[in-house]
């Protein structure tokens, strides 16, 4: 996942008879873990010594080959099992994985996850360990423990559900030319009905996430023309123009009608620049924004909207990522929150201001989900995972998606 979400706790139950937010997802970093050890998840079935030796690679978004050996890892540990694997590349040579329990291309049911990771925060974490039936660790949670779940589910579920699953190396920093649904649309590979996207969803517990805003990176560039700062009436400043731009950007923005609600557009300032030196006016300034939106007309209305409201040039970067809004009337979300609210008490639907792979997805217009296992410390040092968890979620999964058609 990109970064920390806000998520958003919906009223569900509302919709759902018999759905009770007993708590409302929220992290509890006192959470316990009844799933003590290594050998205790092996005992019930998941095979965390696997997950370990996965973590153990360093998979670093902008290493290849270590992506690709973290691949060939998973993808062995799936053929061994009798999945149905196959591996596509770029034209660069770096790998995305496509299982499935069934033969073919396209299946009804799709799980998204990827095995790449950023950086460590700290030595060590790439040597995953066990405390308090938690795994620490890069990838703990962000999130190859996601990913060993969806293998483990594809593996409990072989002949019995017709369920496909992508494992993408290029979720945390995008790696020009690989865009890893392209590369497998091109290859023929296409979700049909319903996507699962596993990643952290925010250190909410035991949630469905059933949105997340779309993403756009936007310029405003004010032109001047550059000279010797100590000659400002001999120059055109641009740096006042932009500043005056912000203000009035800041006073036309929608504000939030809630300000406890956040699902609405949110345009942040994020970095400027301007000239290179302290005595040098510049010919041009420029204000970045990160821009999060639920309009679905979100990257052309921001670039109107800051131009008239502006006069300076705008320029929204591409690709950008549209918002996924999934109904949560639709049948393969009830079906898969009542089956989680049969193992759990409390759960909660959500939405996140961050971005997954799901967003990548958007333009198949499928219903899609995001689930993942209780962890904390997201791109942080003591990442970390519940054993338990993981063993919950592959429990969830392999039972729902043999009765789910
Ligand atoms: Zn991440």
């Known amino acids: 996942m990109k970064i920390h979400p806000a998520a958003f706790v919906l009223a569900f139950s ?5 759905a009770v937010n007993a708590y409302p997802g929220k992290p509890d970093p006192n959470v316990k873990s009844s799933v003590k050890s290594v050998e205790c998840a092996q005992s019930l079935g998941f095979d965390a010594k696997m997950l370990m030796g996965l973590m153990s690679i360093p998979s670093v978004s902008t290493d290849q080959d270590a992506n690709n050996r973290a691949i060939d890892y998973l993808k062995q540990w799936l053929y061994g099992r009798g999945v149905y694997t196959a591996v596509c590349s770029n034209e660069a040579g770096r790998a ?14 799709v799980f998204v996850t990827h095995v790449d990771v950023v950086p460590p925060s700290e030595d060590g974490q790439f040597n995953p360990y ?42 945390e920093a995008r790696t020009p030319g690989l865009n890893t649904p392209t590369v497998l649309l091109n290859n023929g590979y296409v979700p049909q009905k319903f996507i699962i996207v596993g990643d952290t969803n925010g250190e909410f517990q035991n949630s469905l996430t059933i949105a997340e805003k779309g993403h756009a990176h936007v310029r405003l560039i004010a032109h ?97 990522r549209m918002p996924v809004i999934t109904d949560r009337n639709n049948p393969y979300v009830k079906s ?62 392999t039972e729902y998606l043999k009765t789910v058609k």
Not at 96 to 109: E, Q, R
Not at 154 to 166: D, E, Q, R
Not at 377 to 383: D, R
Request: proline share 5%; net charge neutral.
């Open 14 to 18: 509302v919709v759902i008879a018999g």
């Open 224 to 320: 001047g023309r550059g000279g010797h700062s100590s000659m400002p009436w001999s120059a055109d400043n641009p740096i006042p123009k932009l500043v005056d731009a912000y203000r009035k950007i800041a006073e036309a923005f929608p504000k939030a009608e809630d300000p406890n609600n956040h699902w609405c557009d949110y345009l942040s300032p994020t970095k400027l620049s301007g000239a290179l030196a302290g005595n040098v006016i510049p010919d041009t300034a420029e204000m970045y924004f990160s821009y999060r939106f639920i309009r679905m007309d979100g990257p052309q209305w921001i670039k109107e909207f800051l131009e008239k409201t502006t006069g300076l040039e705008v320029i929204v970067r591409e690709p950008y």
């Open 336 to 397: 898969l929150y009542e089956a989680m609210c049969r193992k759990w008490d409390g759960v909660c639907i959500t939405k996140m201001s961050c971005a997954t792979d799901a967003t990548r997805y958007a333009h198949l217009n499928l219903p899609t989900v995001i689930f993942g296992a209780i962890g904390f410390g997201t791109h942080a040092k003591q990442e970390r995972v519940s054993l338990q968890s993981l063993v919950e979620y592959m429990e969830l999964f």
């Open 130 to 171: 066990v405390k308090d039936g938690f795994l620490y660790g890069r990838g703990a949670c962000d999130t190859k423990g996601n990913a060993a779940v969806i293998a483990h589910v594809l593996a409990n579920l072989v002949g019995k559900a017709s369920v496909g699953a992508v494992f993408a190396t290029d979720e």
């Open 96 to 109: 995305v994985l496509y299982a499935s329990t069934m033969p073919g291309k396209k299946h009804d049911i």
